[in-house]
């Protein structure tokens, strides 16, 4: 897999509500707090504002533009921003599956997308790596994601037998068609994400992403990159964030995470195919930056001490690894 693949399927996103919205005359939505939900839509028709909490500026969207929420946070979208909102809640029935909801009549502005809900034990830091708003504008080589679209279109209007894993699979097309087109774009910044548009930091992080229980060193890194191993160390701290060898133990204890929440394999099987010797070892890294044991993470999946280890949490390493996104 490619390391973008790696992350959503670290994340274990799934589509939970297709939709469709059509709204008519001057409006505006209010949206609360989406905790961890991914949300993935698409312009049809029309054109309105997005207001995302902590982004200073709104952002104009015109017919044939996509975005993508990925942070939860609460926002609002407008035909006009100096509205009073109306909470999004008294508008669309809760966990409404499929369909279209009409607003105002309709006929003016038209949405469809889809509600990503992630289930994966580090959802908060992998989704911590992506800018609040991800905005597909509607001149990008989107043919894909268009398709994808139209699709989506056909399936909330002509319900067929199927339909529902049609359309949750056409949604998934939909996130990941946005996220490759906003790393094509090239517009900068700094983390694991924004790296993956650059050629060479791609190749060393796949490389890592593909064998992460390799003994890698900085030299063999390098090379994947094609550059001496002083100017890649440089370049991967400067564009990720974090020297290769912090993010080749952060990756590793994410899919350590991984496997202790969702797998019965022993410790020792877990620190073995990361490329760990010893349990030992692996377990002081693996405190070093997840600040827990193995075991303690391993029982601790429970609501009540969720917390504890909470993947939102500023403190472990991998939360501002991954952060820095």
Request: with cysteine; glycine share 10%.
């Amino acid at each position: 897999m490619d390391s973008l693949s790696d992350v959503l399927s670290l994340l274990k996103p799934r589509s939970y509500v297709s939709a469709g919205f059509d709204a008519g005359g001057n409006w505006s939505i209010q949206f609360s707090d989406q905790h961890e939900l991914i949300k993935c839509y698409a312009v049809v028709s029309g054109g309105c504002w997005l207001s995302v909490e902590g982004v200073a500026d709104a952002v104009r969207l015109e017919k044939g533009d996509c975005f993508v929420l990925p942070s939860g946070r609460p926002f609002r979208l407008a035909s006009d921003m100096t509205l009073t909102p109306v909470g999004a809640g008294t508008i669309f029935p809760p966990a409404r599956a499929g369909g279209v909801v009409t607003y105002n009549g309709g006929g003016d502005f038209f949405l469809v997308g889809s509600r990503f809900a992630v289930t994966g034990s580090h959802a908060g830091m992998l989704l911590g790596m992506l800018p609040p708003i991800v905005h597909i504008r509607k001149e990008t080589d989107q043919a894909a994601l268009r398709w994808s679209v139209e699709r989506m279109m056909q399936e909330l209007h002509e319900p067929q037998p199927g339909g529902f894993l049609v359309a949750q699979h056409l949604a998934h097309m939909m996130l990941v068609q946005a996220l490759r087109l906003h790393l094509a774009e090239g517009l900068g910044g700094v983390g694991w994400f924004f790296a993956l548009a650059d050629r060479q930091m791609a190749a060393a992080i796949n490389a890592i992403h593909d064998d992460p229980a390799h003994r890698w060193t900085l030299q063999e890194l390098a090379a994947r990159a094609g550059m001496s191993r002083s100017t890649f160390a440089l370049k991967f701290k400067e564009m990720v964030g974090t020297s290769p060898m912090e993010y080749l133990t952060n990756w590793r204890m994410l899919l350590a995470g991984d496997r202790l929440a969702n797998s019965s394999d022993p410790i020792s099987v877990i620190a073995l195919s990361l490329g760990y010797e010893s349990e030992s070892a692996f377990s002081t890294a693996f405190k070093r930056v997840m600040n827990c044991t193995p075991r303690q993470y391993g029982r601790g999946r429970s609501p009540a001490s969720a917390s504890a280890f909470s993947t939102r949490s500023e403190d472990t390493a991998a939360a501002r690894w991954l952060k820095a996104g």
